[in-house]
Structures are given as structure tokens and as C-alpha cells.
T-cell receptor, first 112, second 112 residues
Framework: NAGVTQTPKFQVLKTGQSMTLQCAQD?????MYWYRQDPGMGLRLIYY???????DKGEVPNGYNVSRLNKREFSLRLESAAPSQTSVYFC???????????FGQGTRLTVV | GQQLNQNPQSMFIQEGEDVSMNCTSS?????WLWYKQDPGEGPVLLIA?????ELTSNGRLTAQFGITRKDSFLNISASIPSDVGIYFC????????????FGQGTRLTINP
């Protein structure tokens, strides 16, 4: 039971570089989410996808783009990384609206 | 708005003591969820609540969905060392589509 799988687990980027964080779930869930976690600030929603083919902005979408490639995969892209995007990123998925979400192990990103 | 205020932000207790934490909002929520996060890991679901007034237990943990639908609490009885970690409340706000928002977390430290 893999659940929610994120890659990579760790990444260091230089300012201005781009990269894509990958997320895949094997639970046949409809909804998927991307969060960032900074010390003392809990988890803040970046983008979410209620179903395949749809995406919506969360609380902190600026500087990010997402793609819901298919039902299993939801990727997060940083086009031009900035030090303020240094954070731990979590992907999550849930079966439908108003249900519990299950999380991946996280990607620790450092932008220097 | 749809912000969740979680209290307390941190707790220092003796092993064996009971713990209580809560989450409040000015908005109505359709779902309340409680998660625990260990260092270097993603949040893990502890309890999910779906109806106003619902009281649910999971071992030594008990959580309730407030009657007003604007709050929830989590109690841990007879704490043990493995309860150490960060506890998050989360919820789906009414009218918030698929959004799942989080509180700031309660860091629990236990002195043996």
C-alpha cells in the first residue's frame, strides 16, 4: 500500500531555477492537494484539484503552477524559484468533498 | 474568514497527564479532522468528524465536532511518551468547495 508518493524527498535549487514536484496516489481518490509547511505556520494550501481536469487556487498560489495530469498524478511546478519558497511541501489526496485527506512524506526544498 | 485558530500553540506536560486542545473559527465547517505529525513525516489522520455534536474516540483520543459547527476539541487521556508531536486540526469550510484548511498546530512535549 503505497498511498501518496512524493518525489523527490529533498532538493536544493538556486534562485531562478525551475523544478517540478511530483505526486501520485494509488487510492483512486478524486481530490488532490498541495501544501507548504513553514515553521510555526501549520500547513497552507497552495493549490487543489477537486477532480481530474480541474484545479483551483488555495491560500498561497503565487509563484506556483499545478497540473492534474490524470486521476493519479498532481504535480507542482516552480517556474523561477525564490528563497521565500524554501519550505517543506506536502501532497495529499481524498476520496471526495468533505472527506479526510491522506498525506505523502513531504519534499524538503531549499532555495539558495 | 475560513482561518482556524488552534490553542494552545504548545504544551509541556508530565507523562500520565490528560491533554486538551481546541480549534475555533468564525466560519462554519462541514468536517473536522485531527492529525498528528512526527518529525520528518507527513501528517497522519487521528480522528474524522462529520456531524455537529459528534463525539468520536480512537483509543485514548477523543474528539468532538462542536454544535455550532465552528469549533472542535481533541482530548488525550493518560499521555505516554509516544504522544509527543505536533497536532493539527483541519476542516472543510462550508461553501469552500474541496478546500481543506489547517490550524497552526499544537506542539506537545512530555516530561517522563
Amino acid at each position: 500500500n503505497a498511498g501518496v508518493t512524493q518525489t523527490p524527498k529533498f532538493q536544493v535549487l538556486k534562485t531562478g531555477q525551475s523544478m517540478t514536484l511530483q505526486c501520485a496516489q494509488d487510492m483512486n481518490h478524486n481530490s488532490m492537494y498541495w501544501y507548504r509547511q513553514d515553521p510555526g505556520m501549520g500547513l497552507r494550501l497552495i493549490y487543489y484539484s477537486a477532480s481530474e481536469g480541474t484545479t483551483d487556487k488555495g491560500e498561497v498560489p503565487n509563484g506556483y503552477n499545478v497540473s492534474r495530469l490524470n486521476k493519479r498524478e498532481f504535480s507542482l511546478r516552480l517556474e523561477s524559484a525564490a528563497p521565500s519558497q524554501t519550505s517543506v511541501y506536502f501532497c495529499a489526496s481524498s476520496t471526495d468533498r468533505n472527506t479526510e485527506a491522506f498525506f505523502g512524506q513531504g519534499t524538503r526544498l531549499t532555495v539558495v | 474568514g475560513q482561518q482556524l485558530n488552534q490553542n494552545p500553540q504548545s504544551m509541556f506536560i508530565q507523562e500520565g497527564e490528560d491533554v486538551s486542545m481546541n480549534c475555533t473559527s468564525s466560519s462554519i465547517f462541514n468536517t473536522w479532522l485531527w492529525y498528528k505529525q512526527d518529525p520528518g513525516e507527513g501528517p497522519v489522520l487521528l480522528i474524522a468528524l462529520y456531524k455537529a455534536g459528534e463525539l468520536t474516540s480512537n483509543g485514548r483520543l477523543t474528539a468532538q465536532f462542536g454544535i455550532t459547527r465552528k469549533d472542535s476539541f481533541l482530548n488525550i487521556s493518560a499521555s505516554i511518551p509516544s504522544d509527543v508531536g505536533i497536532y493539527f486540526c483541519a476542516g472543510h469550510p462550508r461553501g469552500g468547495a474541496q478546500k481543506l484548511v489547517f490550524g497552526q498546530g499544537t506542539r506537545l512535549t512530555i516530561n517522563p
